[in-house]
């Protein structure tokens, strides 16, 4: 079992340009969330995808999107990039979790991002 | 909403010596709470979680944690640390019900000097 997986692993990129990120969830999960952990800081939750939607959002304006694929992987686009999205952005997989069971979530190693 | 205070940012402590890493939630409702470890360059780990019942949950790496309801406090705690456990901790709480969204706390960085 691969785990959760992420790519690419770093990315630089200039202000206003856009970005695209990926992840594989670990087999068997069908829920992916992503995080951004700034330097120096926790993981901030970003959005939840389940059955191909966004079920729910953090406090991220809308440059921030993204996509659930039928085969349960993931993608975050950021848009018009600032200096201040430069962070490790963390993908993290589970099952569904409705039943508010405290699943755990696997945390695949994140995208580096640099924004210059 | 839920809030998570680690208000060590920074624990160094000798090899095989005892540490508490410290812990404070906020939440109006029902909480799960976690406690992640993040090696350098590596996503996170879950080191333990609580969900219900004994509030000594024991953990990976012979890691434990003890949930304090009247305190709002889930101290993280290892009787004796090895050099492989220094990285950086995350306290982290969910809500009861609904989705899943979890808060992560800042973290603390664990140094373990030989």
């Known amino acids: 079992d691969a785990g959760v997986t992420q790519s690419p692993t770093h990315l630089i990129k200039t202000r206003g340009q856009q970005v695209t990120l990926r992840c594989s969830p670990k087999?068997?999960?069908?829920?992916v969330s992503w995080y951004q952990q700034a330097l120096g800081q926790g993981p901030q939750f970003i959005f939840q995808y389940y059955e191909e939607e966004e079920r729910q959002r953090g406090n991220f304006p809308d440059r921030f999107s993204g996509h659930q694929f039928p085969n349960y992987s993931s993608e975050l686009n950021v848009n018009a990039l600032l200096l201040g999205d430069s962070a490790l952005y963390l993908c993290a997989s589970s099952n569904d979790v409705r039943a508010g069971d405290g699943n755990e979530q696997f945390f695949g190693p994140g995208t580096r991002l640099t924004v210059l | 909403a839920q809030s998570v205070t680690q208000l060590d940012s920074q624990v160094p402590v000798f090899e095989e010596a005892p540490v508490e890493l410290r812990c404070n939630y906020s939440s109006s409702v029902s909480v799960y709470l976690f406690w992640y470890v993040q090696y350098p360059n590596q996503g996170l780990q879950l080191l333990l979680k609580?969900?219900?019942?004994?509030?000594l949950v024991k953990g990976i790496n012979g890691f434990e944690a003890e949930f304090n309801k009247s305190q709002t406090s889930f101290h993280l705690r290892k009787p004796s640390v090895h050099i492989s456990d220094t990285a950086e901790y995350f306290c982290?709480?969910?809500?009861?019900?609904?989705?899943?969204?979890?808060?992560f706390g800042t973290g603390t960085k664990l140094q373990v000097i030989p």
């Open positions: 087999s068997g999960h069908d829920t």
């Open positions: 982290a709480v969910d809500t009861t019900g609904g989705y899943q969204k979890v808060t």
């Open positions: 609580y969900l219900s019942g004994s509030t």
